[in-house]
């Protein structure tokens, strides 16, 4: 019989282990400049707050085609098993983390709206929500411990300043309790606060405080007649946890329809409520300052696609982003400290390039591209984030299904290369890091420089995870129990007749050819997988290399070589020795050089007491690999598979090579059928041109 749920136990470890009850710490004006005092950091600003956030999750330098990139592990999501990871974005990831600590220092980009401008699926919300869900987190750390203040009036002494019978009145706008200093008295606090401190960050006072605080404070400055000590002790300090769900230091704004929505959704409005208790609508306490601007001071402010809205919002992130302040109605402006995050698409973006009237904005915005990945292995990332073992229910995915998909995305974002010499393909290849020859890293820096709008058009990611999940359902459907890259691709084919954001039939016709050469791709990898399959007997590859290097001795020696079987001997097998070095395009011209290159360099180890082994050498492992799949395909009799006319004997031998696929290339059992049957019809093919 199952226990009960120990629920306390549960709960216990929780809070043990969340750290409950220091988020609850409270107390006065005083308590709060000695904790500043001893730890200056918690006064940081929203942008010095945000770049610390990043800066602690680590990074990790490395360089890109010679160019040195850092990345910042925050955007790899670790806390929560990756989820929203950001993958192939980290120059443009960089240049944003740029902003924020220009922002942090105040070199200017704090009075900037930043703005991610990228093709629709190119990661934009999933930087945004990243951020959010870090600020969050990080102000329940002690590192990103933050406070906010609310008016006590304990004892009923108020005559209701704080609202009728309200024993506190919390600080709408979760303000830094340092701005309840008076501004002839900060300097002098300041410079005591910094007094003694390692000069690595010094508190500043920036601000006013929102119109109800102040309201509060200068009525209980005549009530004390001006004894500031008398004010604070109505002061109660408190931790600030940032919460979007809670609206608390994290704000979301997005357009709507323009006759339901206004700018008092950033601002705040009258709560009419409110006015019969205070007698007047111009009183701040009947202000409600729950606008998305109010609502994310001191944190993060997101605006999904910002130049969608009504110019009339627009007007108002001018002042928040240069000078800091809102202007709530029939209130003064109002200081506001958070980060200003906009995201937009393409069409959007050159509206506002051609529309004179927003010059004011444009000079107001850091723009930072966010275009879709260009590198295959990052791409791949994305979908096997989603598309993996865990989340698949008896359903398997053939090796190289996810890669292929990957592929043909990237395929589509590339621009055809101006060199007459290479393809996308190719020009795919060397973005991922592989060698071709008579490209350098130089050549390939200069293949992204001449590009013009590589990654800011092509297929979304979004389009490769439904398709995929159409494919994956369409399997679990039919029983078929595994997917494979051609259902993937023949699903990506079909999905473009309707595709909703591609009306260009030119384009589709050129995305339909991407995808044959995709396939033809697909083949050659697993021909070749198949090919060292049934090529894969050691002891075989061994034979042959030893005989193939006793004729290369003989030849370069000019020695005879004695038959194993007659005794006799005899000159060295320049027919074995051309049929591997054909294998790997070794021109007639050249086999002298590469047979003594393989003998100096068996000299070479063997004075250093090493014994020479045909994996050491690539080139000569291929090759060796490609002969004794071409002497043993015959044996196997691959193409029977074909007629489904298949004896005994050779039925061994393939299920020997099937499990090999299985063993070294991860196919499962339904996987590794389908592709012996697949490259057998290629033989088969083969065979037929071969005869004609």
């Not at 492992?621 to 002497?631: G, N, R």
Request: proline content about 3%; overall charge neutral; charged content about 30%.
């Amino acid at each position: 019989m199952a226990k009960n749920v120990d629920l306390s136990s549960i709960v216990r470890n929780w809070q043990t282990h969340h750290g409950v009850y220091q988020h609850g710490w409270s107390g006065s004006f005083q308590d709060y400049l000695d904790l500043v005092k001893s730890n200056p950091k918690v006064t940081r600003n929203a942008y010095q707050r945000m770049y610390d956030m990043i800066l602690e999750a680590g990074t990790e330098e490395y360089v890109d085609f010679k160019k040195p990139v850092v990345r910042y592990k925050f955007f790899d999501d670790t806390k929560n098993n990756g989820k929203d990871a950001v993958f192939g974005l980290d120059v443009q990831l960089m240049k944003l983390v740029n902003v924020l600590k220009a922002a942090a220092l105040g070199y200017g980009t704090e009075k900037r709206v930043i703005l991610l401008h990228g093709p629709v699926g190119s990661a934009k919300s999933t930087i945004c929500r990243m951020l959010k869900k870090g600020l969050e987190a990080y102000s329940k750390t002690d590192s990103g411990a933050m406070y906010t203040f609310e008016w006590i009036d304990p004892d009923n002494q108020l005559d209701g300043l704080l609202g009728k019978e309200a024993k506190a009145y919390q600080s709408p706008m979760n303000e830094e309790p340092l701005l309840l200093v008076p501004e002839d008295l900060r300097a002098q606090v300041i410079e005591e606060i910094n007094r003694g401190q390692d000069g690595t960050f010094r508190v500043t006072i920036d601000g006013e405080l929102s119109p109800p605080s102040r309201f509060i404070f200068k009525a209980l400055m005549d009530r004390y007649q001006g004894d500031l000590l008398k004010v604070f002790k109505h002061v109660r300090v408190k931790r600030l946890i940032l919460s979007e769900a809670d609206r608390v230091g994290i704000g979301t704004f997005q357009p709507k329809d323009e006759k339901n929505q206004d700018s008092t959704e950033l601002t705040g409005d009258i709560n009419y409520r409110k006015i019969a208790e205070y007698g007047s609508d111009s009183d701040p306490r009947a202000f409600n300052f729950d606008g998305e601007f109010c609502v994310a001071n001191r944190g993060m402010i997101e605006f999904v696609e910002v130049l969608k809205l009504d110019v009339a919002f627009l007007y108002d992130l001018l002042g928040a982003s240069q000078e800091h302040r809102i202007k709530p109605k029939k209130f003064a402006q109002t200081h506001i400290d958070e980060v200003i995050i906009g995201h937009t698409n393409e069409p959007e973006y050159r509206r506002l390039q051609d529309n004179e009237f927003m010059e004011a904005l444009r000079d107001r915005t850091v723009k930072i591209d966010i275009p879709y990945i260009t590198r295959w292995k990052e791409e791949i990332n994305i979908y096997k984030k989603d598309f993996n073992a865990q989340k698949l229910r008896g359903i398997s995915i053939a090796p190289h299904t996810i890669e292929m998909a990957a592929m043909w995305a990237i395929l589509t974002r590339l621009e055809k290369p101006k060199k007459a010499n290479l393809n996308r393909i190719q020009k795919l290849k060397l973005y991922n890091g592989k060698t071709l020859p008579n490209y350098t890293e130089d050549n390939v820096r200069e293949l992204r420089k001449e590009t013009i709008r590589e990654g800011l058009e092509g297929i979304s990611p979004r389009y490769i995870q439904d398709k995929l999940s159409n494919a994956i359902v369409a399997a679990q459907q039919n029983n078929k129990g595994s997917v494979n890259p051609f259902l993937i691709l023949n699903e990506l084919d079909s999905g473009l007749k309707h595709h909703s954001l591609l009306s260009d039939e030119e384009k589709k016709a050129d995305y339909r050819e991407l995808l044959g050469v995709v396939r033809q791709e697909y083949e050659e990898i697993i021909k070749g997988e198949v090919q060292r399959a049934i090529s894969a007997d050691e002891s075989a590859l061994q034979r042959l290399c030893a005989n193939y290097i006793d004729n290369v001795k003989a030849f370069t020696q000019k020695e005879r070589v004695r038959n194993p079987f007659t005794g006799v001997d005899e000159e060295p097998d320049e027919r074995l020795m051309r049929s591997i070095e054909e294998k790997i395009e070794i021109p007639e011209s050249r086999k002298d050089d590469f047979r003594r290159e393989i003998m100096n360099y068996i000299g070479a180890l063997a004075l250093d007491g090493k014994k020479f082994n045909y994996k050491m050498n690539d080139r000569l492992h291929k090759a060796l690999e490609l002969k004794l799949f071409e002497d043993q395909k015959d044996t196997i009799k691959l193409t029977s598979l074909v007629s489904s006319v298949v004896d005994k004997d050779t039925q061994e031998k393939i299920d020997i090579v099937k499990t090999r696929l299985i063993k070294d290339f991860g196919y499962d059992e339904i996987s590794a059928t389908d592709v012996l049957h697949y490259v057998a019809s290629i033989f088969a093919r083969g065979d037929i041109k071969n005869k004609a």
